[in-house]
């Protein structure tokens, strides 16, 4: 696996099939792919002088298009899918683990004031739901599953199923199977 391009294990987790380049720009008629191929290139490419300025204006303009709210600085894991398109905020200094869901309406942000001033951390295969809202310096563990309109400001340990506003906890080994496919 390790020969395969970040691009390459993001599209495998689509449809669970390692794709040649020339696949996956086939696959970019599908808008979530298409905005991971075009963050990933500015992740890759964006400090190069003319080729950087390229992918910048053209991840601002899918940022618009699709309503993605993700930018180059974000550091995300391998194996990263959006499950649907549209309203998705995460703040740039936000980290990602691998293997990582997030849904539709989602808002990962920073808290600026009180004890967990900062922005999260998400470990490897975590599954977020639509319109879950996680703010401020946590920590979230791996296999973890946050729940559809799940309000998180607080650490949560690996192995855990979050659900609710205001969330609770519920320790669960299985958390996020049949959640997360094709895991790289």
Request: hydrophobic fraction near 35%; charged fraction near 15%.
């Amino acid at each position: 696996m390790s020969n395969y391009s970040t691009i390459q294990k993001d599209f495998y987790r689509e449809s669970g099939q390692w794709l040649s380049m020339f696949k996956i720009w086939k696959k970019c008629i599908n808008p979530n792919l298409h905005f991971i191929y075009i963050l990933r290139k500015n992740q890759q490419l964006g400090k190069v002088p003319v080729l950087g300025f390229f992918w910048r204006m053209t991840l601002r303009h899918f940022q618009i298009k699709y309503g993605f709210q993700i930018y180059p600085e974000t550091q995300i894991g391998e194996g990263f899918y959006l499950g649907h398109w549209g309203s998705l905020v995460i703040n740039p200094k936000t980290i990602i683990g691998k293997n990582c869901n997030i849904a539709q309406g989602v808002t990962i942000g920073q808290q600026n004031r009180g004890k967990n001033e900062g922005s999260p951390e998400i470990g490897n295969e975590v599954w977020i739901g639509p319109n879950a809202v996680i703010v401020g310096n946590i920590k979230i563990g791996n296999n973890v599953l946050i729940a559809p309109n799940s309000y998180v400001n607080f650490d949560v340990p690996s192995n855990s199923i979050v659900t609710g506003n205001p969330a609770t906890i519920y320790p669960n080994e299985n958390a996020t199977e049949g959640y997360i496919n094709y895991k790289i």
